[in-house]
């Protein structure tokens, strides 16, 4: 069947009016309704395949001048906020291995906690490193301010290699220490937030602590001090003992009275019970694996932080009760900070100048009791010293390199 619509004049209509002719041709004689259907059908059609493909020519053209045509575009075109390379992005792969492991000196940075501790918590599942990796101790100072014993420390890491260590500081917002540029402490203060002492802050600023740490990956040990506190070893012996050692050092135990059990808060139940509750001192020493499940926790710290406040302190709390709960046998259930708790009173004895003799500093040093480290007894128990007044620095630095070896 042949459709002419004026059979004394050639047909000068467009071509795409072919297509549907050709579906006339298979249907019913003289359909012209359907015929103008299905031609503007098509017209239509390829209407809208053109506009398609002119937009997705001009998108191509657009982005292409924007970012430029080559990759080294693409990072200056980036949003300042989301510059994450931590070094120079034209000269340097800010994803090879090394710009990966080595961070810079100083240690600022935008993160919020979340942020922070979400990345702290990222760890490997293979047991072999890809680079050669000797483990650091991260020694982490919680301070309200100044650092009173700044100038005994600086004598402890004087000349030691610092590929063996690594420093962090969390003061209160808005304090600087004033250290030169050669300082072992210059560069290391970490973001911090206010903190109110007693509340759950405190511990907060433990776990800032320990995210920021566990961003090298080269840190294997942990260990928390406070303003006051002081080494009474030399660093290699100290370096040696936490690196050597199968176990952390974190106080755990049951208190059975007010200031112990008398803090538990039935709350918790049925993901804390009484008694898995413990106490201990605040100043850990964690190895990497602990520290790793201390800043991924977020069930068990919720409960703390909702339940477990004055007269609950969650420094006090939340890592031996977690602990033991979970990784009891990781923990030599001992600290290795010296305190003096004789006076009974509701906070250990604090040293002034007066105090400070080679007699004190030995009898911390070896006490004549015996502690377990691995799988025997050493009388080394001690590692650290607490509380410090700042007037006992000068007697101290007169002892440190007679009595404390360094």
Request: aromatic share 12%; with cysteine; glycine share 6%.
């Amino acid at each position: 069947m042949t459709i002419m619509t004026n059979p004394g004049k050639p047909d000068r209509r467009p071509s795409f009016a072919l297509f549907p002719r050709i579906l006339l041709s298979m249907a019913p004689e003289k359909h012209p309704r359907i015929v103008k259907l299905l031609q503007a059908l098509f017209i239509l059609v390829v209407f809208v395949a053109g506009y398609v493909i002119g937009m997705t020519a001009t998108s191509s053209s657009y982005i292409s001048q924007y970012f430029g045509a080559r990759s080294g575009n693409l990072v200056d075109s980036a949003p300042p906020h989301r510059r994450a390379c931590g070094c120079d992005c034209h000269n340097t792969d800010c994803s090879s291995m090394d710009s990966y492991l080595h961070l810079r000196r100083n240690l600022s940075h935008g993160m919020s906690d979340g942020e922070l501790l979400w990345r702290a918590a990222m760890v490997s599942r293979s047991e072999n490193y890809p680079f050669g990796r000797v483990p650091r101790v991260a020694f982490l100072f919680l301070t309200r301010g100044p650092l009173p014993m700044l100038l005994l420390w600086e004598r402890f890491f004087q000349g030691q290699n610092r590929d063996l260590h690594s420093i962090y500081v969390h003061a209160l917002p808005g304090h600087r220490l004033n250290v030169s540029s050669d300082s072992s402490f210059h560069g290391r203060q970490i973001p911090s937030q206010s903190v109110e002492w007693g509340t759950v802050e405190l511990f907060d600023a433990e776990r800032r602590l320990l995210g920021n740490a566990l961003l090298d990956f080269f840190n294997e040990r942990f260990v928390l001090l406070s303003e006051s506190c002081i080494p009474v070893r030399n660093f290699l012996t100290i370096y040696t003992y936490l690196t050597g050692s199968n176990h952390s050092f974190v106080e755990s135990y049951d208190e059975p009275t007010r200031f112990g059990r008398g803090r538990y808060s039935r709350n918790m139940l049925p993901d804390i019970h009484l008694r898995q509750w413990r106490k201990g001192s605040q100043l850990f020493e964690l190895d990497r694996d602990l520290a790793t499940y201390i800043v991924s926790d977020t069930k068990y710290y919720s409960l703390f932080r909702k339940f477990c406040k004055p007269a609950c302190y969650p420094d006090e709390h939340y890592i031996p009760t977690y602990l033991n709960m979970f990784h009891g046998w990781k923990n030599s259930n001992r600290s290795v900070t010296w305190v003096d708790w004789s006076t009974s009173a509701s906070h250990p004895a604090s040293f002034e100048k007066g105090n400070v003799t080679a007699y004190l500093i030995r009898s911390i040093r070896s006490n004549g009791t015996l502690c377990r480290y691995n799988d025997r007894k050493t009388d080394i128990c001690y590692l650290f010293a607490r509380k410090f007044a700042p007037s006992a620095l000068g007697p101290l630095l007169e002892l440190s390199s007679t009595v404390m070896g360094f």
